[in-house]
């Protein structure tokens, strides 16, 4: 069964960098079925998708944050991670990673980590 | 960017009821369609995806119909675990984008 679990800083202060990780296991970030991918939700609201990463480094990201945005895989550790760098209190939200499958044509986010939330606050 | 719209925003139904879900996209997306389902303080699970192809594991109480601009999530015989929010999106262009979500409550 694939797993994925989120860890980093719970605060981050205004201005500063946010810096997740997500672990997989039950699956490999070097495998070319899938990429990986981050999802955020801000408290109470709706989902908002950050971007992706491909098991070579490829990424696509959110043109809204994309000035911001850094995505990198280790395979290594098995794990990806995300920097979002000048946040602020608008980048309070439960971050999520997930598993992109593309099955035929079709992308689907099939796997997700529990989130972790995140808060910007001095 | 595509715009995704569900309605209703919530919804109450009762136990055994049947329930639908709609989800519009602000352009012709295909079949390019999924559904999550969100229980509180969980994260997004996949239901339906391809607007239609009920994913492993998933209840068959679920289904899903639609293409193009238009689709619908059915929930047939609700049970009392269904209470959720309900989100659809589009993977038909990057960004993805979700609809606003449907919240469901049992009556």
């Known amino acids: 069964q694939v797993q994925l679990q989120e860890s980093g800083p719970g605060l981050v202060r205004p201005s500063q960098t946010l810096s997740l990780s997500c672990t997989v296991s039950?699956?490999?970030?070097?495998?070319?079925?899938?990429?990986w991918t981050w999802i955020r939700q801000h408290p109470g609201k709706g989902l908002e998708w950050i971007g992706y990463?491909?098991?070579?480094?490829?990424?696509y990201y959110n043109p809204a944050l994309k000035s911001r945005l850094a995505m990198s895989v280790d395979t290594s550790n098995n794990q990806f991670s995300l920097e979002l760098a000048s946040v602020t209190a608008a980048d309070t939200a439960v971050y999520y990673c997930?598993?992109?499958?593309?099955?035929?044509?079709?992308?689907?986010?099939?796997?997700w980590g529990q989130g972790t939330l995140v808060a910007v606050s001095s | 960017d595509i715009q995704m719209t569900q309605s209703p925003s919530s919804l109450s139904a009762s136990v055994g009821d049947r329930v639908t879900i709609t989800c519009r996209a602000s352009q012709s997306i295909s079949l390019f369609l999924n559904w999550y389902q969100q229980k509180p303080g969980k994260a997004p699970n996949l239901l339906i995806y391809a607007a239609s192809s009920l994913q492993s594991g998933v209840p068959s109480r679920f289904s899903g119909s639609g293409s193009g601009a238009d689709f619908t999530l059915t929930i047939s015989n609700l049970q009392p675990e269904d209470l959720a929010t309900y989100y659809c999106?589009?993977?038909?262009?990057?960004?993805?984008?979700f609809g606003q979500g449907t919240k469901l409550e049992i009556k």
């Open positions: 999106q589009q993977s038909y262009s990057t960004p993805y984008t």
């Open positions: 039950g699956d490999s970030v070097g495998s070319t079925a899938y990429y």
């Open positions: 990463i491909s098991y070579s480094g490829n990424t």
């Open positions: 997930a598993r992109i499958r593309s099955l035929r044509t079709v992308t689907m986010f099939d796997f």
